[in-house]
C-alpha cells in the first residue's frame, strides 16, 4: 500500500550488447525511458550525442510484410520472442534479404502484370463501347481540333464532374459502369485542354491514353477477341506467380513467421526505446525502474552485457532538474481497483502518501450506510457483475461497484431493511426510521473520525517533507489536530450532557493556546525550528486559519449527509410501497401494483444509486482529500509488447 520507489538507470555499453539489453527491458515491461535531452545539461556534451531519429527495422518489416501479401495473405500477428543476442540490425537485414529477395522479384512482377493487365481491360472497354455505338477508334485518336480523354473514376466522382462540367467547355460521355467505377470520355477543345485536364484531376480521374490502347489493338483483325484472350494469359499468370509465392510460404512459414516476430520485436525496441543515444561506438539508454527490479537488470547486463555499464540514481540525488519522477502504485487485489477512483481526482505525487487502501475501506462504508438495503444491494451486485461480463464497464469500476454492493447488503441486514421494508429482517444494529438521533450522531462521529485521519495523514507527510513548521503549527498540522479533536470533545460534551475526566477550564484553554500557535505558526518556526519564511504572510496567514476554523465545521457537518441519503433510501421505498398499495384499487389492481413496485425499485436502485455514488466521492475528494491530498502525479509508463498491425497491413497494402 504505497507509492513504489523509483530509481533512475542509465546503461552505457557497446551497439552489440546494448541492442540485446533494450530488448531485454522491453520484453521485462518495467522500463520507462528518458529523453536524453532532459539529462544532458552540459551543450558540449549533448552535441556529441547522437539520438535515433527513424526506425532501421521498419524498412525490414515491409519488406517482410510483403512476403504475405504476394501469397495473397494476411499479414500474421506478431507475438513476442526473446531475442537472441547476436540477432544484431546487420544480421536482421541479412536473413531479411536472403528470406525475402526472391519473392520481392515475383511480387515486381506481379505489380507490372496487373498494371499491364489494367491497361488491357481498359483497351477491351473502349472497343467494345466505342463498337456499340457505331464508333472506330481510329477515327477517335485522331481527331485534330478536339482533346480526347478516355479513363475511369467512382460513380460519386462522375456525379461531380457533370456538375463542374456544365459551365465550362468539356463534353462527358459515359460509357458505362463496371464493378464500382465509372468509364467515360470527355472532349474539349485544345485552348481549354490544360484546364480540363485539372478539373478532371480534382475528381481523381485515371486517365488512359488513347494512342496505348490503339498500340495494343493494331496487330489483330478482331481487337476483342485478341485483347480477351491477351487478359485471360496474364490472368492466369498473376495467379501462377501467387500460387508460387503462397507455396514458398507454406513450406517456410514457421521460419518466416519466427523471423517476423524477432524484426516486429526490435521495431518495437527501437520504437519504444527511441530516447537512447549514440556516442561514437557506445549507445546510452536512460529511463526509470522500480527499485525491486534493479538486480534483476544488474543481473542480466553483468551476465550478457560484460563490456556495458549501469549508472543507477534515487530521485533525491539526480543531478538534473525538470524531470518529474513517474509514479507507480502497488497494491493489494482488491485496493487496487480503487486507484481509478483517487485518480479520477489526481495520481498521487512521487513520494505522496498512496490513499488507495483509506478509499478502498471508506468508500464502501459510506456507500452501505447510505444505501444499506439487502434486496437492492443484491441486484445491484448482479447488475455489476453482468456489465462487467458483457464488457459494458471496465472491470476495476465493476470491482467498485461490486464492493459497495456487498457493503450494501452488509449494511441492510445491520437495518434490517429488505426492499425498503423494515421488519421483515430483524435489525442486527438499529433502524434507521426509529433511530434517527442515533443516526445522525454516528454520521458526525464518522466525520469527525474521517478529518482526523486526513489531518494525521498531512503531518506524515509533511514530516516526509521535512516541514516541521507545518507539521507542529499549521491549521491541518498537530496544532490543528489537536484544536479539531478539542473542540469536538467540548461539543459532545455539551450536547450530551456528559462530564469529561477533565475541567471545562483546560479544554477552553488548550483551544486559546492552539488557535494563538495557528495564529503565529510562522513565527514560532522561524524562532524555535530557525526555518526560513518569506516575509509579509501574516495577514494570510491569518486568512488561512480562519478558512481552517471554517473547513473543520463545514467538513464535519457534512458528513450528515450520511445519514440524510440513509433515511432518504427508507423515505422512497416507502413512498413506492404506498403507491403500490393505492393501485389495488383499480380494475387490474394486482397488475399495476406489481408493476409500480418493479419500477420504483428499479428507479431506487438506478437513480438514488447513482446519486449515492456521486456524494460518496464527495465525501471523498472534499472532505477526505481536502486535508492531506495534493496529487498531480505523472503514471509510470514502462514500455510493453503491443500488437498493433493495423498500420503495417494498410502500408504493405497500398
Request: hydrophobic share 50%.
Amino acid at each position: 500500500m504505497a507509492v513504489v520507489k523509483m530509481l533512475a538507470v542509465t546503461l552505457v555499453g557497446p551497439k552489440d550488447e546494448m541492442e540485446y539489453v533494450a530488448s531485454q527491458m522491453v520484453l521485462m515491461g518495467g522500463f520507462q525511458p528518458l529523453s536524453l535531452d532532459l539529462l544532458l545539461e552540459d551543450r558540449n556534451l549533448r552535441s556529441r550525442v547522437r539520438t535515433v531519429t527513424e526506425n532501421p527495422y521498419d524498412e525490414l518489416l515491409m519488406k517482410l510484410a510483403h512476403v504475405w501479401q504476394t501469397a495473397g495473405e494476411v499479414i500474421p500477428e506478431a507475438v513476442p520472442l526473446p531475442v537472441p543476442q547476436d540477432f544484431t540490425l546487420e544480421k536482421a537485414r541479412f536473413e531479411v534479404s536472403r528470406v525475402s529477395g526472391r519473392l520481392e522479384l515475383w511480387a515486381k512482377r506481379r505489380i507490372a502484370l496487373e498494371e499491364e493487365l489494367e491497361a488491357l481491360e481498359a483497351a477491351d472497354l473502349c472497343v467494345q463501347a466505342l463498337e456499340s455505338r457505331g464508333m472506330s477508334l481510329e477515327e477517335l485518336a485522331s481527331v485534330e481540333h478536339l482533346t480526347v480523354f478516355f479513363g475511369k473514376l467512382s460513380e460519386e466522382n462522375y456525379k461531380r464532374l457533370e456538375e463542374s462540367s456544365q459551365d465550362v467547355p468539356l463534353l462527358v460521355i459515359k460509357l458505362g459502369t463496371w464493378g464500382q467505377e465509372t468509364w467515360v470520355l470527355a472532349f474539349t477543345i485544345r485552348s481549354y485542354a490544360d484546364e480540363a485536364e485539372k478539373l478532371l484531376n480534382s475528381v481523381y480521374f485515371k486517365r488512359f491514353s488513347l494512342s496505348d490502347v490503339l498500340r495494343l489493338i493494331s496487330s489483330s483483325n478482331k481487337p476483342s477477341e485478341s485483347l480477351e484472350k491477351r487478359i485471360e494469359n496474364l490472368k492466369r499468370a498473376i495467379d501462377g506467380l501467387a500460387s508460387a509465392a503462397k507455396a514458398y510460404l507454406d513450406k517456410n512459414r514457421e521460419e518466416l513467421e519466427r523471423l517476423f516476430s524477432l524484426v516486429y520485436t526490435m521495431q518495437r525496441i527501437y520504437d519504444l526505446c527511441r530516447g537512447r543515444g549514440e556516442v561514437g561506438d557506445m549507445y546510452v539508454l536512460s529511463g526509470w525502474i522500480p527499485e525491486d527490479l534493479l538486480d534483476h537488470v544488474r543481473k542480466m547486463v553483468e551476465e550478457k552485457a560484460p563490456k556495458s555499464a549501469i549508472l543507477v540514481e534515487e530521485s533525491k540525488s539526480l543531478p538534473y532538474q525538470g524531470v518529474r519522477v513517474p509514479t507507480f502504485l502497488r497494491n493489494l487485489p482488491l485496493v487496487r481497483a480503487f486507484q481509478d477512483v483517487v485518480a479520477m481526482y489526481s495520481l498521487p505525487a512521487y513520494g505522496e502518501i498512496d490513499p488507495s487502501f483509506f478509499v478502498a475501506v471508506s468508500f464502501c462504508l459510506f456507500f452501505g450506510f447510505m444505501f444499506g438495503d439487502v434486496g437492492h444491494g443484491l441486484i445491484l451486485l448482479l447488475a455489476a457483475q453482468l456489465m462487467q461480463k458483457r464488457r459494458m464497464i471496465r472491470r476495476s469500476l465493476a470491482i467498485v461497484l461490486k464492493s459497495a454492493a456487498a457493503t450494501s447488503v452488509f449494511f441492510g441486514f445491520l437495518y434490517g431493511s429488505l426492499f425498503g421494508v423494515e421488519g421483515i429482517l430483524p435489525a442486527l444494529w438499529l433502524s434507521p426510521m426509529e433511530n434517527m438521533g442515533n443516526l445522525l450522531a454516528i454520521s458526525v462521529g464518522i466525520g469527525v473520525v474521517m478529518v482526523t485521519l486526513g489531518m494525521v495523514l498531512n503531518i506524515i507527510s509533511a514530516f516526509r517533507r521535512r516541514d516541521f513548521g507545518g507539521m507542529l503549527f499549521d491549521g491541518r498540522g498537530l496544532a490543528g489536530l489537536v484544536f479539531y479533536l478539542t473542540c469536538a470533545a467540548a461539543i459532545y460534551a455539551s450536547f450530551s450532557g456528559k462530564d469529561l475526566p477533565i475541567p471545562r477550564w483546560i479544554l477552553w484553554a488548550l483551544i486559546a493556546l492552539m488557535l494563538a500557535v495557528m495564529l503565529l505558526r510562522d513565527v514560532l518556526a522561524r524562532y524555535l525550528l530557525k526555518e526560513r519564511l518569506a516575509p509579509g504572510k501574516g495577514v494570510l496567514n491569518a486568512f488561512e486559519v480562519f478558512h481552517n476554523l471554517l473547513s473543520f465545521l463545514s467538513n464535519t457537518i457534512s458528513f450528515l449527509r450520511l445519514a440524510a441519503f440513509a433515511l432518504n433510501h427508507v423515505g422512497l421505498s416507502l413512498a413506492v410501497l404506498m403507491l403500490s398499495h393505492m393501485v389495488h384499487a383499480l380494475p387490474g389492481g394486482l397488475f399495476f401494483g406489481v408493476l409500480v413496485l418493479v419500477a420504483g425499485n428499479a428507479v431506487i436502485i438506478a437513480l438514488e444509486g447513482l446519486i449515492v455514488f456521486i456524494q460518496t466521492l464527495r465525501l471523498e475528494y472534499y472532505e477526505f482529500f481536502g486535508k492531506f491530498y495534493k496529487g498531480g502525479g505523472s503514471a509510470f509508463r514502462p514500455v510493453q509488447w503491443r500488437k498493433d498491425l493495423k498500420a503495417l497491413r494498410s502500408r504493405s497494402n497500398a
